[in-house]
């Protein structure tokens, strides 16, 4: 168990609909990250947040956006979502800013859009 | 574009043989290699890490060759087990540390 729990484990939904995904971090860990990963893309890095605030911004599309709360927990919003949204979304935490060590990640939330 | 490139995309492997997966970048300011393993329905988790002023780093089974002058690292597996069966994910990392590199990942399926 890495500590990080992701809600909900699978999300089914349609075409131009939105969603969130809820992350919790590792207790302590200040840094989040969401990772969206495809069969045939891996794991492709969206976005992260360090205490409260967005720190880094991979490859995010604008219809995705998400906030880290004081709390540290973090949503990832989907929005207008489309079939090729369809994979699974991963959160990671880590103690730092810079994560140079290691990625703890939750057990991903599964988004099927029909 | 892809800043860390894997291969294989699959690869099956008797019991008791050696399974290799290779990763190759391009960005020379990475400075920090990880690889990450994953079961089905886990996500995926810290197995070894080696930065580059190191040739190899060994723990039990699990082996790091790095190359720096070729810009590739790979991922030995000796005897390779059942339970060694999941999905290999190698990364890179820049000095920065905001953002890791995952390469596209390999199942590796040992088969008893």
């Known amino acids: 168990d890495s500590g990080v729990t992701q809600t909900p484990k699978h999300l089914i939904t349609a075409t131009g609909q939105r969603v969130t995904l809820r992350c919790s971090p590792r207790?302590?860990?200040?840094?989040v990250y969401w990772y969206q990963q495809s069969l045939d893309q891996g794991l492709q890095f969206l976005i992260q947040?360090?205490?409260?605030?967005?720190?880094a911004k991979g490859n995010i599309l604008e219809r995705f956006s998400a906030q880290q709360f004081p709390d540290l927990h973090s949503e990832l919003n989907l929005s207008s979502l489309e079939l090729g949204d369809s994979a699974l979304y991963f959160c990671?935490?880590?103690?730092?800013?810079?994560?140079?060590?290691?990625?703890?990640f939750g057990e991903g939330s599964r988004l099927t859009v029909l | 574009q892809q800043q860390v490139k894997q291969s294989p995309q699959s690869l099956i492997v008797q019991k008791g043989g050696i399974s290799i997966i290779n990763c190759a970048y391009e960005?020379?300011?990475?400075?920090?290699f990880p690889w990450y393993q994953q079961f089905p329905g886990k996500g995926p988790a810290l197995l070894i890490a080696?930065?580059?002023?190191?040739s190899e780093k060994k723990e039990g089974r699990f082996t790091i060759s790095f190359n720096k002058s070729a810009k590739q690292f790979s991922l030995h597996i000796m005897d390779s087990q059942p339970g060694d069966s999941a999905t290999y994910f190698c990364?890179?990392?820049?000095?920065?540390?905001?953002?890791?590199?995952f390469g596209t990942g390999t199942s590796l399926t040992v088969i008893p």
């Open positions: 990671a935490s880590s103690a730092g800013l810079r994560s140079v060590g290691e990625l703890f």
């Open positions: 207790s302590g860990d200040l840094s």
């Open positions: 947040y360090y205490n409260g605030e967005e720190r």
């Open positions: 960005n020379t300011a990475f400075d920090y």
């Open positions: 080696i930065r580059p002023d190191v």
């Open positions: 990364a890179a990392i820049r000095g920065s540390g905001n953002q890791f590199y």
